[in-house]
């Protein structure tokens, strides 16, 4: 297996694999209960202290809410669709990215702009700034952010990506920007409505994947 | 014919097409790959669905050669 040239450029970081991952994962999951539990534990106290404090109470839930959700908007932020060029490069650029998908994925990244990719940590949905991880189970999912310094068509930027993946995941997910882990349905709410199958699909293939390992 | 694609911002270029029986083209092919890669460009050669290979010299039975850009955190 050929190891991703980029993963040089972040000597600093320890190459990624899946316990590692689990270990990110939770410390997200860690982080999200410091940031809601004390305001709500504060809501609770105004209100067992002073029933008429609850507008006050209100606003911290609000604040408790509110928190998780920005987290989880970035998360959502990496794999929305950016800017256009022209339609001819465009063009050219999704048949290379064709040749380079099977049929299904093919028709799933021109219904939702994402390509799925199986890979050992989990099923991948790789879009043009960014990639999303559902993890094995199909609950989880993880947002990371990378990108291309180039001036690109969309469907390059996509194919550029999927083959760094392709090459070499853990050194993928080692070099590219860990910007959400969570629940897979905080993300998918956040998402345009005609990318949510790309996450329904990907749900299922994680799902069906942990069903093969469990028999 | 085998091809030796870039992508850029035109989609993709052709930089060269070669048989491999053609040891003139196949030496072009060569030569294209290494202006490219000393122009910071990485090559891969996609092993199959879900599999890709970073190459460092041209590999002369290969269908489709890709060049693409560095990836960086975003």
């Known amino acids: ?13 320890p190459r990624l694999d899946d316990g590692r991952l ?38 911290l839930v609000v604040h ?6 920005l987290y989880a908007n970035r998360g959502a932020l990496v794999v929305r669709p950016r800017d256009r060029s022209g339609t001819g490069p465009e063009a050219m650029a999704l048949g290379l990215l064709g040749d380079l998908v099977g049929h299904e994925a093919r028709d799933l990244h021109a219904r939702t702009g994402l390509v799925l990719e199986r890979g050992a940590l989990g099923v991948w949905l790789v879009g043009e700034a960014g990639a999303l991880l559902v993890r094995p189970g199909g609950r989880r999912a993880d947002c990371w952010c990378v990108k291309v310094d180039a001036d690109l068509p969309s469907a390059d930027r996509t194919a550029h990506l999927l083959l760094a993946l392709r090459e070499d995941e853990a050194g993928f997910a080692t ?29 299922a293939a994680a799902l069906a994947r942990m069903s093969n390992a469990a028999a | 014919m085998a091809r030796l694609v870039r ?40 092993t199959g669905e879900g599999h890709a290979e970073q190459v460092r010299e041209l590999p002369a039975d290969a269908e489709l050669v890709i060049l693409r850009r560095p990836i960086a955190g975003g």
């Open chain 1, 1 to 13: 297996m050929s190891v991703l040239p980029e993963t040089a450029a972040v000597r600093w970081r």
């Open chain 1, 22 to 59: 689990r270990r990110r994962e939770r410390g997200w999951t860690l982080s999200t209960a410091v940031h809601t539990v004390p305001w709500l534990l504060a809501a609770a106290t105004l209100i067992a202290l002073e029933p008429l404090s609850f507008p006050v109470a209100a606003v």
């Open chain 1, 64 to 69: 408790a809410y509110a928190i998780p959700s």
């Open chain 1, 175 to 203: 070099v590219a920007n860990l910007a959400f882990s969570g629940a897979v349905r905080r993300v998918g709410r956040r998402l345009p409505a005609r990318m949510r199958p790309a996450v329904d699909a990907a749900r």
């Open chain 2, 7 to 46: 992508m850029d911002r035109t989609g993709h270029s052709t930089l060269a097409e070669w048989a491999p029986g053609d040891a003139e083209a196949v030496e072009a092919a060569a030569a294209a790959f290494r202006e490219q890669l000393d122009a910071g460009y990485y090559a891969v050669v996609s």
